[in-house]
T-cell receptor, first 115, second 113 residues
């Protein structure tokens, strides 16, 4: 049973560029959430996708956008990169449970470095 | 504003002894709590969870206790093993219609052989 997979593992970009990160959820899961983990901090929620729609969004600017495909995989796009966007980006998948917490399973993350 | 707090950045415990990791939260709407373990270069791994309708949940060597009145939860690991050395994150969720998790800043546990 394949777990959550993310690509690429590492990425180096320069300020102002755009980046796309990819995530495939755990088999049987239909919901994908994205988190940003800065050094020394806990993961912070960016947004969540279910049925190809953004369902919830954390306190992140519009430069952060996403997409979910019919096969439940997802992309995270970040435009106009800033130095402060350097972080580990984590994808988590779960089964949509209306209104109540479901266990989220995380991928290994993509380490983004902005120079 | 940090809604989930782990005030101890690190903890060292001798192998075989009990490890106790603590977590406090401020949002009374949280009703589902989880603990994740994270090794370097890996994503967080789910460890154990607890719903607010319970005050204790046990899974093998891991037990989570929830004190709703104090808005406090703790993770007990007994007996601690060197392989338990990792960063432990407390997380909470429960806002109506949302599954997003709010994480603490983590506690690095070192189990000394």
């Amino acid at each position: 049973d394949a777990g959550v997979t993310q690509s690429p593992t590492h990425l180096i970009k320069t300020r102002g560029q755009q980046v796309t990160l990819r995530c495939s959820p755990k088999s049987g899961h239909d919901t994908v959430s994205w988190y940003q983990q800065a050094l020394g901090q806990g993961p912070q929620f960016i947004f969540q996708y279910y049925e190809e729609e953004e369902r919830q969004r954390g306190n992140f600017p519009d430069r952060f956008s996403g997409h979910q495909f019919p096969n439940y995989s997802s992309e995270l796009n970040v435009n106009a990169l800033l130095l402060g966007d350097s972080a580990l980006y984590l994808c988590a998948s779960s089964l949509w449970v209306s209104g109540r917490g479901d266990t989220q399973y995380f991928g290994p993350g993509t380490r983004l470095t902005v120079l | 504003d940090q809604q989930v707090k782990q005030n101890s950045p690190s903890l060292s415990v001798q192998e075989g002894r009990i490890s106790i990791l603590n977590c406090d939260y401020t949002n009374s709407m949280f009703d589902y709590f989880l603990w994740y373990k994270k090794y370097p270069a890996e994503g967080p791994t789910f460890l154990i969870s607890i719903s607010s309708i319970k005050d204790k949940n046990e899974d093998g060597r891991f037990t989570v206790f929830l004190n709703k009145s104090a808005k406090h939860l703790s993770l007990h690991i007994v007996p601690s093993q060197p392989g338990d050395s990792a960063v432990y994150f407390c997380a909470a969720s429960g806002q109506t219609g949302a599954n997003n998790l709010f994480f603490g800043t983590g506690t690095r546990l070192t189990v000394i052989p």
